[in-house]
């Protein structure tokens, strides 16, 4: 097939979800002999128009962050040209939309091309933007909203102009149909996936711990989240507080970056934690691995939001268990693998006494942690390959696809069609 991807991220960098999905479909379905192309937004980082990454062909639009109404016209303009000409080089078969703000400028022209449509969804696009800003003021409270509303609009009338849509699980296939009365019929539920070759269970701990100067005897605890409020970070911190006054030895390490750094790094300071949690700063995909196999619990303590959680995937394939809120696409990954890890609450308090509880049972003397490790890996080995949801979309895409053209029969005089 002849599949063209419409985003607003790119797949040069991965520093979220959204890329890992995108990424991984994208790249995945080039392997097995697709062509694949992908029309984004061109950013700030970007030092060309086009590039060729893993087999895929990034084509990338003009914008400006701060540019406003007119930047996002010409984004849509320049989406649409691209998708023509790709069209008129080799019939696209089907369009796949990840976001919908570059989508909104060619999905009209897309439906006139006879380009089927599917929509891949991860979370609402008004949500995300609002989970994402920080400050106050009535001023910016207002446009904050004028901009939610505005994205909001815009995937809705995005996601009626597709032939079908998929979501990477119950938790965003119900909010669809809450907000954008998207019936659930018209929505296919295809999970996420993790890298099971990339994401292993360490072979060496504490090799790892060295690697990544990381004290060796301690019970170390690993986040790895945006630094926005919607992460529930500060909860955790305050977590860390009660929890250290029963386990001496703990240790938080925070991967990530984002506009609260500075904000949880104060808070650290200020309940006297700087021995108990690292500020690590943005991880690297080169390194992510190592610090999924160098800890004893991934936490992840999300406020809201938390369309599937593709670090909870990434950190069973490790071995690594993780506990976390009740929130989102985690309920249904958690309650599916091993309901103990899966806290009632986010409320700081309850955050502790899972860490406390987390820590008598992943105790080595206790001989129930080399299970639960083993069964983590299983858990997602059985359910979450990439393989697994690149063959689900596959099977979707050719599904909706645009239709072969009809060989045309041109009778001689005398002869009747049949």
């Known amino acids: 097939m002849n599949i063209v991807f419409a985003t607003d991220v790119s797949i040069e960098k991965i520093i979220g979800g959204a890329e890992r999905v995108l990424f991984e479909q994208s790249t995945r379905l080039a392997a097995r002999g697709h062509c694949v192309r992908l029309i984004t937004r061109r950013l700030p980082e970007h030092q060309a128009d086009r590039e060729t990454i893993r087999g895929v062909e990034e084509v990338r639009c003009a914008f400006e962050p701060e540019g406003g109404l007119r930047s996002i016209a010409k984004t849509w303009m320049q989406a649409g040209r691209h998708l023509e000409r790709l069209h008129e080089l080799m019939p696209i078969d089907c369009l796949n939309i990840h976001q919908p703000l570059t989508a909104f400028g060619l999905i009209s022209q897309a439906a006139a091309l006879g380009i089927r449509s ?50 990477l699980s119950r938790y965003t296939q119900e909010k669809l149909r809450r907000v954008h009365g998207i019936s659930n019929d018209r929505v296919e539920i295809v999970p996420g996936g993790a890298d099971l070759a990339r994401f292993q269970p360490a072979s060496d701990k504490a090799a790892a711990r060295k690697e990544l100067a990381i004290p060796e005897n301690r019970f170390v605890l690993l986040t790895v989240r945006n630094l926005v409020p919607r992460m ?35 808070l650290v300071n200020h ?138 029969i041109v009778l001689r005089a005398g002869e009747a069609r049949h």
């Open 118 to 167: 599917v929509y891949t969804c991860h979370s609402l696009s008004a949500e995300e933007y609002l989970s994402r800003q920080t400050g106050c003021g009535t001023d910016g409270r207002l446009m904050r909203r004028v901009h939610a509303e505005g994205r909001n609009w815009i995937e809705g009338r995005v996601l009626r102009r597709c032939d079908r849509i998929v979501a």
């Open 232 to 266: 529930g970070l500060d909860r955790l911190v305050l977590a860390m507080q009660a929890a250290a006054m029963k386990i001496p030895q703990i240790f938080l390490v925070i991967g990530g970056h984002g506009p609260l750094r500075d904000e949880l790094q104060a």
């Open 271 to 408: 309940l006297g934690l700087q021995n108990h949690v690292r500020m690590a700063g943005f991880i690297p995909e080169d390194t992510l691995a190592c610090y999924y196999q160098m800890a004893d619990l991934f936490v992840l303590p999300s406020l809201d939001l938390e369309g599937f959680g593709m670090v909870t995937l990434e950190a069973l394939a490790c071995g690594l268990p993780v506990l976390g809120t009740p929130v989102g696409g985690m309920r249904e990954i958690l309650t599916r693998w091993d309901g103990r890890f899966l806290l009632s609450d986010s409320r700081s308090e309850t955050l502790a006494q899972g860490i406390i509880e987390c820590h008598r049972r992943l105790d080595v003397r206790a001989g129930e942690a080399a299970e639960i490790s083993r069964s983590c890996r299983e858990f997602v080995e059985r359910h979450y390959s990439w393989d697994r949801n690149v063959a689900a979309l596959e099977s979707i895409l050719a599904g909706v696809r645009r239709p072969p053209l009809e060989p045309r």
